[in-house]
């Protein structure tokens, strides 16, 4: 281990939701070691402290239910401690007990014969305990000797349970005392202290984050990282605003600030203890750990220039005429003694004549609304209310010095027909709200967002088809983030559900469908056609005849599109040409680069020469990759049968795996590489060998498949038969002089084409300037994440050619 700094790692429950993500976490800390000596903070493990905090309400009504609920969460955290150690005996006792523990204290709790509050404490200190017991083991397991630390036994609070305030000095002291002694890696239990009756005590929201922050403090240590589920510090919360960017710096203050506003970030108190120390903090995504993340340091200077937009709530608005207002301000004002939450009550009145308007935090509303409902009957005034609002929120030094802000602020949404609730300056300048339902909310947050962002482009897309290449283009796109684009993803579809999201689809691990709507094209194409759109990317990823019939509508209305599928290219000629005058004429883009040879660079190859003022004279080579797999296959001894099912499973084959079986692929193919050329030709122009039995021909996709094995000795033969001779088989294709032919070759195993492994396409280009020797493009032609690289490549180059 690298002793030379000092790092303190920290992971909350998102970075802890499943085994592989703990894996991941746990190789985090090991690869560490190589740079610094690690200190772990952990806290529960995904949905614990929830599943926790749930058992111990209304516990008197539902004793019954503790065993079963205690049960889950052991069997959950044994389950992971299994699958992730080598079955540390002592350790896994000790995890077994903390749930026997959990048991006794809910039955305690629900006897009420303890202190109740203290009881909750202890219970929720549950899935910190055990966390941190199987990240050190799984360390241990991994052959880097990690001991898990119980942090009640050195973080010293007062006795308020539930929000608990540290003693510092001590708690520095107690710290350096137990951690700095450790032999192995020390993971700590984030969340917990304990009173000075060592009664275990929680330190309230984003306690893990703080316990965090204490420990780097009394280590002294260089640097702390906080892991978490977004590429760190976002300039809006991702769940309002899709395309909310990451922050690359922070300066302390600048946390300070944006989470007095209400922004989702870590809590001041975790930075509180070093903000003097010259610790540098980092702020860093466990789903997308290469990601930079944000730093955070003291001596970093934003200027008040932040770009970030807050959205909080929700709120009520309440009306009551001029008369009564100010007394309703007493009553509200009395109420609210208790509250902590500054946002509890806010008045405004304009003017003596119109109503006075209060904005409550709905939660507070609802606590009072018996006593308010008393009032006003009393008194027969009628209360005019508006509940489930939302303040949109941006804040900066700038409203000040460059009084243009606001108003470019307002004419932004009233140019988006956006009209505010509510808005409101505050008295310094430095911030400026709108209040919103939360429909209007969520398209301002993000209009702003947009806006701030600036230099950044903001391009629609729809993905259409969520097979082998949309699904694998969406995982890819996740983790994308090219300087100045931001994508957002309006909707998705495929052949069931079609999910729509003008705002944005949050690009998580998988698309959610639950508000999804069947497939409708008649709807969707309403949508998509809408007159507002503007940087529209359609991405067809379906192979659907549908779906390519669809794009003269599209492109009509300005929408680019990017598409893997062949469809549209190879319809009859007239259709193609078509597609050309309207991309001319609405001055919109197609780009297919994947419709031959997947992510390689055919198309673009031919263009690029001929756009220099080369002539093509032959395209030739091996175009399907499921004929290079298949053939392959046949050599090594795989039935016909099995290596085109398997084929369709590796999601090399088409759709429908006929279309490659057929030639049908192939020729599409060819077809798309000699009209790009500017050619002429007819599907039924082009003679292809098919490999299907003349008997499947006419057969259904199920029947087909089923009746292939009987045709596997045929091909067994045909293979063996070729080896003897030392050749081989090969499906190949030869554009020439404006015609194409197609089928099966019989070549020399150790020819180029012979050698060809995998899913390997190799395509020769002779023109005019390559005329002894081709230019040759080769390598792998088929398969969903190079055909969704280079879908993606395509979605690139068409948004940085939009404005
Ligand atoms: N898999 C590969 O290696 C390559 C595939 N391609 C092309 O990419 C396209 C997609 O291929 P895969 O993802 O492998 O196919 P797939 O069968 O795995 O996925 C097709 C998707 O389209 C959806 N779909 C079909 N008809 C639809 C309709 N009418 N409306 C809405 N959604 C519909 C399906 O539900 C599914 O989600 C095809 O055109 C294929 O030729 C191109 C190059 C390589
Ligand atoms: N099924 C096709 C996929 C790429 O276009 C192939 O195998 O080449």
């Not at 510092?168 to 002694?181: A, G, S, V, W």
């Amino acid at each position: 281990m690298n002793t030379s700094e000092t790092h303190v790692l920290k992971f909350g429950g998102t970075s802890l939701q499943n085994p592989n993500y703990i894996k991941q976490s746990t190789q985090i800390v090991m690869d560490r070691t190589q740079q610094a000596h690690p200190f772990v903070v952990v806290s529960a493990l995904e949905g614990v402290t929830d599943a926790l905090i749930e058992l111990t309400k209304d516990i008197g009504k539902k004793t019954d239910l503790i065993e079963t609920g205690v049960d889950n969460l052991r069997q959950k955290h044994l389950t992971i401690f299994d699958k992730l150690t080598d079955g540390q005996h002592k350790k896994r006792n000790r995890l077994d007990k903390l749930f026997d523990e959990l048991t006794q204290d809910l039955h305690k709790l629900s006897l009420d014969i303890e202190n109740k509050r203290a009881l909750k404490d202890r219970i929720l200190s549950i899935g910190e305990r055990a966390s941190a017991l199987i990240f050190a083991s799984v360390l241990s397991s991994n052959g880097l000797p990690a001991e898990s630390f119980e942090a009640h036994q050195f973080i010293k609070t007062d006795s308020t349970f539930g929000k608990a305030k540290v003693k510092q000095d001590t708690t520095r002291k107690l710290i350096r005392e137990y951690l700095q002694q450790s032999k192995f890696v020390p993971v700590v239990t984030g969340f917990i202290g304990s009173d000075s009756q060592n009664r275990i005590t929680t330190l309230g929201r984003s306690g893990s984050d703080y316990t965090a922050g204490l420990v780097a403090d009394a280590l002294n240590a260089d640097h702390l990282e906080i892991w978490t589920d977004v590429n760190g510090v976002l300039s809006a919360d991702p769940r309002w605003v899709p395309t909310a960017q990451s922050i690359k710096e922070l300066s302390f203050g600048d946390i300070t600030e944006l989470s007095a506003h209400g922004a989702k970030v870590i809590h001041p108190q975790t930075i509180r203890p070093i903000q003097d120390k010259g610790t540098t903090v980092l702020v860093k995504n466990s789903y997308n750990p290469s990601h930079p993340g944000t730093s955070i340091t003291s001596g970093f200077e934003s200027n008040g220039a932040l770009k970030t937009i807050t959205v909080t709530g929700p709120f009520v608005k309440l009306q009551v005429d001029e008369t009564h207002a100010f007394e309703l301000f007493s009553k509200l004002t009395e109420w609210s003694e208790q509250e902590t939450d500054s946002e509890a009550v806010g008045f405004k009145t304009s003017s003596e004549f119109e109503p006075a308007r209060f904005i409550l935090r709905q939660s507070f509303f609802e606590k009072v609304s018996n006593l308010l409902g008393q009032w006003a009957s009393s008194r027969d005034v009628v209360l005019d209310l508006q509940s489930n609002l939302f303040k949109v929120k941006k804040f900066s030094n700038h409203f000040s010095d460059d009084e243009s802000l606001s108003k470019r602020i307002w004419d932004l949404l009233v140019s988006n027909n956006l009209q505010p609730i509510n808005a409101e300056r505050n008295l310094d300048e430095r911030f400026i709200s709108f209040l919103f339902d939360r429909q209007d909310a969520q398209l301002a947050a993000r209009l702003l967002n947009d806006y701030l962002q600036g230099d950044q482009k903001v391009i629609d897309l729809f993905v259409a088809g969520t097979g082998a290449v949309g699904h694998t283009l969406l995982k890819q796109l996740k983790s994308l983030e090219p300087e100045g684009i931001t994508f957002r993803l309006i909707g998705a579809c495929n052949s069931r559900n079609a999910l729509w999201q003008e705002e944005g689809i949050a690009l998580k691990n998988d698309i959610d469908w639950s508000d999804s709507e069947p497939t409708n094209w008649e709807l969707l194409i309403d949508k998509l056609t809408a007159p507002h759109r503007n940087n529209l990317i359609f991405v067809d990823a379906t192979g659907s005849e549908e779906v390519a019939r669809l794009y003269p509508q599209l492109f009509e209305n300005g929408t680019h599109i990017v598409t893997p599928s062949k469809l549209a290219n190879t319809f009859e000629q007239a259709f193609f040409d078509d597609l050309q005058s309207l991309i001319k004429e609405n001055n919109t883009s197609f780009r297919y680069e994947t419709t031959a040879g997947a992510g390689l660079p055919v198309i673009s190859t031919l263009n690029e020469l001929q756009s220099a003022g080369d002539s093509i004279t032959e395209i030739s080579g091996v175009v399907s990759g499921t004929m290079t797999y298949l053939f392959n296959q046949l050599e090594q001894g795989v039935p016909f049968s099995e290596a085109i099912v398997d084929a369709r499973e590796k999601g090399y084959a088409e759709p429908d795996p006929r279309d490659d079986l057929s030639g049908e692929d192939v020729a599409r193919k060819f077809l798309t590489l000699a009209r790009t050329l500017g050619y002429k030709i007819e599907r039924e122009q082009i003679a292809v060998e098919s490999l299907i039995p003349e008997a499947l021909r006419d057969v259904d996709k199920d029947t087909f498949l089923d009746q292939l094995s009987n045709y596997d000795q045929t091909w067994e033969q045909r293979i063996s038969a070729a080896q003897n001779k030392g050749q081989t088989l090969r499906y190949t294709g030869r554009f020439k002089d404006g015609k194409v032919n197609i089928g099966i070759e019989v070549l020399p195993k150790d020819s180029p084409i012979g050698q060809l492994k995998g899913t390997d396409n190799l395509i020769q280009i002779f023109s005019d300037l390559y005329n002894q020797t081709p230019l040759v493009i080769q390598g792998p032609g088929a398969g969903k994440e190079v055909t969704a690289a280079g879908v993606l490549a395509d979605i690139l180059k068409t948004a940085r050619s939009l404005s």
